[in-house]
């Protein structure tokens, strides 16, 4: 796949790792473009763009970016008609141990209205930025899985193929609704791995041998 990484933190760094493993064709950008080439020049694919030439050719966004910024950051890029746009984003406080958005609507819904012309799923959310770089392989030969949630069948479909070929397997989470219950959970794997101290390697993940 083509394929635009937007954000170039612990997250966006990590999809590139894998995204260039898997040998997809990735452009990554964000609010310091310096740190975009930094990141680039360790991948094969991964080339650096400023965000009004990000997009490209591209067909999925991962939009890897806080969700205070998500919306700024998608709208950098131009027209995403068509495009299905990958939200990992989670709604936390800034000491990561609340959600500011919840109960009525979620990020990955917020950020659908705010882009009605591209496809929105979330996905990967749950997903720690080490375990994702590290990849899907547990102990005891299990493999973990990412949930996918959207409205759109082809966003899903999309998003579901990317995960399997970074060799995660997949969770079909229903409709974009259910980010409403991804995202509390991820918060609630943050409390585990960082508020109680247990480690990244807590998080709750469905495995599968």
């Known amino acids: 796949m083509k394929i635009t990484v937007m954000g170039t933190g612990n997250m966006g760094s990590a999809f590139a790792k894998q995204l260039s493993a898997a040998g997809h064709t990735v452009r990554i950008t964000g609010r310091d473009i310096d740190k975009a080439t930094t990141v680039a020049a360790q991948f094969d694919n991964v080339s650096a763009f400023p965000a009004v030439q990000a997009l490209g050719d591209s067909d999925v966004v991962i939009l890897a970016t806080g969700f205070g910024d998500?919306?700024?950051?998608?709208?950098s890029l131009g027209d995403l008609s068509g495009k299905v746009v990958i939200d990992i984003t989670n709604p936390l406080s800034a000491d990561y141990m609340s959600l500011t958005?919840?109960?009525?609507?979620?990020?990955?819904?917020?950020?659908?209205?705010?882009?009605?012309q591209a496809q929105v799923v979330k996905a990967f959310n749950t997903l720690f930025a080490q375990v994702l770089a590290d990849g899907p392989a547990f102990a005891d030969n299990q493999t973990g899985s990412v949930f996918v949630a959207s409205d759109s069948e082809r966003a899903k479909q999309t998003a579901i193929t990317l995960a399997r070929s970074l060799g995660w397997n997949?969770?079909?989470?229903?409709?974009?609704?259910?980010a409403r219950y991804l995202e509390p959970l991820a918060g609630f794997n943050i409390y585990l791995g960082y508020g109680a101290g247990l480690g990244t390697s807590i998080a709750p993940v469905w495995l599968t041998k």
Request: charged share 15%.
């Open 70 to 75: 998500a919306v700024d950051a998608l709208q």
């Open 101 to 116: 958005v919840g109960h009525v609507t979620s990020a990955a819904e917020e950020i659908a209205k705010a882009v009605p």
């Open 170 to 178: 997949t969770v079909d989470a229903g409709g974009l609704v259910n």
